[in-house]
């Protein structure tokens, strides 16, 4: 057992890439707490992992709220003693144009992928670096590549990668293994409950979702990626071009990401 108890704490973990890193690291000997918005899927959640004979807690919180983080990293040290590696991985996407897009829901998505992404490794960081242990954040390849319709994801996903960049380098002297994750298109429910230009969920992913990586794949690959502390993992062979391609002929990639977008189903481009 490879994280045999070590205490994991995971955002946003009752579904998708979260559970599945809830499972990957607690089949490992993790201890692990999970965060959701929703006490029935927490429930869920948090029934499956002990049922796998996971020591697994759950914590109702929004990973927007300051409040809320600050005591999902008290009920950490409480329960389990020690965070070891936190998971930042709470989020949510959003699909409309910027021209129709409501501020709120701008607001709404730096909240979540942003600024809980800001909290929870504020409230952690101290444990963290006593155990010389890992923060983990879950960005995209939109971190790396903004796509039309989806400018307060990418905004917050950029601020996501920019914030772990200056904090690894702050804490790379002490012990602290910051890995920054870009899964690529992965099968989860991240573009099913996407915001549209009014905040209303979108409700159907425009895109195929069995022909994605998922999300146990992701995890397992978060799992081995922790082990060797290696500082990014971008995923899937389109998401190592996407990011390869807008390095280095960023202007060819402008048509590419508007082509793409253009082709979706029930595409915003008129």
Same mark, same amino acid.
């Given at each position: 057992?490879?994280?045999?108890?070590?205490?994991?704490?995971?955002?946003?973990?009752?579904?998708?890439?979260?559970?599945?890193?809830?499972?990957?690291?607690?089949?490992?000997?993790?201890?692990?707490?999970?965060?959701?918005?929703?006490?029935?899927?927490?429930?869920?959640?948090?029934?499956?992992?002990?049922?796998?004979?996971?020591?697994?807690?759950?914590?109702?919180?929004?990973?927007?709220?300051?409040?809320?983080?600050?005591?999902?990293?008290?009920?950490?040290?409480? @329960?389990?003693?020690?965070?070891?590696?936190?998971?930042?991985?709470?989020?949510?996407?959003?699909?409309?144009?910027?021209?129709?897009?409501?501020?709120? =829901?701008?607001?709404? =998505?730096?909240?979540?992928?942003?600024?809980?992404?800001?909290?929870?490794?504020?409230?952690?960081?101290?444990?963290?670096?006593?155990?010389?242990?890992?923060?983990?954040?879950?960005?995209?390849?939109?971190?790396?590549?903004?796509?039309?319709?989806?400018?307060?994801?990418?905004?917050?996903?950029?601020?996501?990668?920019?914030?772990?960049?200056?904090?690894?380098?702050?804490?790379?002297?002490?012990?602290? @293994?910051?890995? =920054?994750?870009?899964?690529?298109?992965?099968?989860?429910?991240?573009?099913?409950?996407?915001?549209?230009?009014?905040?209303?969920?979108?409700?159907?992913?425009?895109?195929?979702?069995?022909?994605?990586?998922?999300?146990?794949?992701?995890?397992?690959?978060?799992?081995?990626?922790?082990?060797?502390?290696?500082?990014?993992? =971008?995923?899937?062979?389109?998401?190592?071009?996407?990011?390869?391609?807008?390095?280095?002929?960023?202007?060819?990639?402008?048509?590419?990401?508007?082509? @793409?977008?253009?082709?979706?189903?029930?595409?915003?481009?008129?």
């Amino acid at each position: 057992m490879k994280f045999k108890n070590k205490v994991v704490l995971i955002t946003g973990a009752t579904s998708g890439i979260g559970e599945a890193c809830a499972f990957a690291f607690g089949k490992e000997g993790a201890k692990i707490l999970i965060t959701g918005r929703n006490q029935a899927k927490l429930d869920d959640s948090l029934l499956k992992l002990q049922q796998a004979g996971i020591d697994a807690v759950g914590i109702l919180a929004d990973a927007g709220s300051e409040e809320d983080n600050k005591r999902m990293a008290e009920a950490a040290i409480k @329960h389990f003693g020690k965070i070891d590696i936190l998971i930042n991985n709470a989020g949510i996407s959003m699909r409309a144009l910027f021209e129709d897009l409501d501020l709120d =829901v701008f607001r709404k =998505v730096m909240d979540t992928n942003f600024w809980g992404t800001v909290y929870a490794t504020k409230f952690c960081l101290p444990e963290i670096i006593k155990n010389k242990g890992s923060i983990i954040g879950i960005s995209s390849i939109n971190g790396y590549r903004g796509t039309p319709a989806r400018t307060a994801y990418t905004a917050s996903k950029y601020a996501m990668n920019g914030f772990f960049e200056s904090l690894r380098t702050e804490v790379m002297k002490r012990g602290v @293994h910051l890995l =920054v994750v870009a899964p690529g298109f992965t099968a989860s429910n991240i573009r099913n409950s996407a915001l549209t230009a009014d905040g209303s969920v979108q409700g159907e992913s425009p895109r195929d979702e069995q022909k994605m990586m998922t999300s146990e794949e992701v995890a397992d690959a978060i799992v081995t990626a922790t082990l060797k502390r290696k500082r990014d993992l =971008v995923l899937t062979r389109q998401g190592k071009l996407a990011v390869f391609l807008n390095k280095w002929m960023p202007g060819i990639m402008d048509g590419i990401a508007y082509n @793409h977008m253009a082709k979706e189903k029930d595409s915003p481009f008129k």
